[in-house]
């Protein structure tokens, strides 16, 4: 019977929390939200960084050389994308750190299709809520680095998309990738003018294999 009492009184001491919390509309300003976004932002892809690394191990295991090189690839370009909000979130009051969670492998068939549905969100949902909240905001360079970042994961869900269509396919040699340091575009071909999403020198793309 205590026990219930005990946890009827928690249950009311979080609601009262959440009510307060929701009540108290300064803490959801729009500047807020951009902030709390970045931080979201920079959580998720400095764990994206840290999944593709883990995958690329386990595809490496698998015998999945060429995979492995386009989850080395894919990891620097979320590293470069974690430095960006990294930076954003820095520069209006955030801590700058990232929250990390432990990566789940499985096999690189599963974490493939994990991938795919990981990029597809940040495409479709993520980026497009992010960059409409900063532009609310009048924060015009986190929706401009939203939506380029946006266009750099469009590119991952199509590598990935293309490597979990057909698996078999891609079972051949590590690969020369190219990554874009100013936005983390990824490329099997480095481009012979300036990046297509950031507009960045040909000089700023490095290559992963
Ligand atoms: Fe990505
Ligand atoms: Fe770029």
């Known amino acids: 019977m205590r026990n219930a009492f005990r946890i009827a009184g928690f249950v009311a001491a979080a609601l009262l929390i959440a009510f307060v919390t929701v009540a108290r509309g300064e803490q959801n300003t729009p500047k807020q939200v951009v902030l709390d976004d970045l931080q979201k932002a920079l959580d998720n892809e400095f764990n994206a960084r840290m999944r593709y690394r883990a995958f690329a191990e386990k595809a490496i295991e698998e015998g999945y ?14 590293e470069v994308h974690a430095g960006l909000f990294m930076s954003l979130s820095l520069a209006r009051g955030g801590s ?26 940040e495409r479709d949902q993520v980026y497009p809520l992010f960059a409409e909240h900063a532009t609310a905001a009048g924060d015009k360079r986190a929706a401009d680095v939203f939506e380029m970042v946006r266009s750099a994961e469009v590119e991952h869900f199509n590598l990935c998309s293309e490597a979990a269509a057909d698996l078999e396919k891609h079972k051949g040699p590590a690969r020369t990738w190219y990554v874009c340091r100013g936005c983390g575009y990824t ?7 300036k990046c297509p999403i950031c507009r960045g020198s040909h000089d700023d793309f490095r290559e992963v294999e």
């Open 96 to 121: 700058g750190q990232a929250v990390t969670e432990s990566v789940d492998v499985k096999t690189t068939r599963e974490n493939l299709a994990r991938l795919v549905a990981a990029e597809k969100l």
């Open 65 to 78: 050389q060429e995979i492995a090189s386009l989850f080395h690839a894919a990891a620097r370009a979320e």
């Open 187 to 193: 490329t099997p071909l480095l481009p012979a003018g």
